[in-house]
């Protein structure tokens, strides 16, 4: 007669069985615990060089905390968005009391450990698995990788982002300022001191990136992306995000969990 599996002593096949199914809930999403992933329509936008008048029709978000366990209350962070017709233009707007970054990290160092803001980009696909996306320091150092899971990432993949100063002719701009106040610059809540990122992406850069057809001479109907931030201060970290991962400890290395872009064309 076969014994009770009561009865029946946990060998190491069943104790390696029981291991990997704890591994793989630490990684993957929880289900139900997440709303479906946000969409935004980012409206088009005469490219007016970063004139004022242009950002302030740009679209909106303010990245949220979905941690489960808070260090501290997080300062607003508002992303501004808007479809040159040629590009993606993003500015960060970060509130930010104690700004801390080193400018002496190298190129894909641990920028997680500064004050940084991340963009992350992936085919439009209900169930995309890969993703490309980079994080930009307050002192300006890039950390740029491919993605396809929190615990998965190719660091080899260039973004050939820089900073305006110094590259001037760099594929990806971007611009860095800390401001004593963010409201003239189009903050609604974050509108305290802090510092502003703004960067440009070029459609035929991140379609070619992305492995999607040319789109001419104007975006992709719509995209996959994520935005995030992490902020240090004193009472501690503090990490927020568009798009829920629906992981225990956020992360925006989960492309099947970013928002939507619903690009304007008109």
Known sequence: ?????????????????VSGILVLACFAPHAGSAEPPPRLLVPAVADL???EAAWSRAARI???????QKSHLSEPTEVLLFN???????????????I??????????????DDCVEIFFARPEASVAEGIGLEISAAGVVSDMRVWRRDKLDHGWDSRAALVDGHPDATVPFTIHRVPSLRPFGGKDAVGAGWMLEIEFPWSYLCRELGLPDPGDGPPARLRANFA??????????????SDSGLPLPSPHVPGRYGWLMLSKE
């Open 62 to 68: 303010e990245l949220s905390d979905f941690w489960k």
């Open 49 to 51: 060089a970063g004139a």
């Open 84 to 98: 040159t017709g040629r590009a993606l233009r993003v500015r960060f707007l970060a509130e930010d009391s104690d």
């Open 229 to 242: 931030r992490w902020d240090y201060g004193a009472a501690g970290r503090m990490f927020t995000i568009w």
């Open 1 to 17: 007669m076969g014994s009770d599996i009561s009865d029946r002593p946990c060998g190491p096949s069943l104790l390696r069985l």
């Open 100 to 113: 801390r970054a080193d400018p002496a990290r190298p190129r894909d160092g641990d920028t997680y450990h």
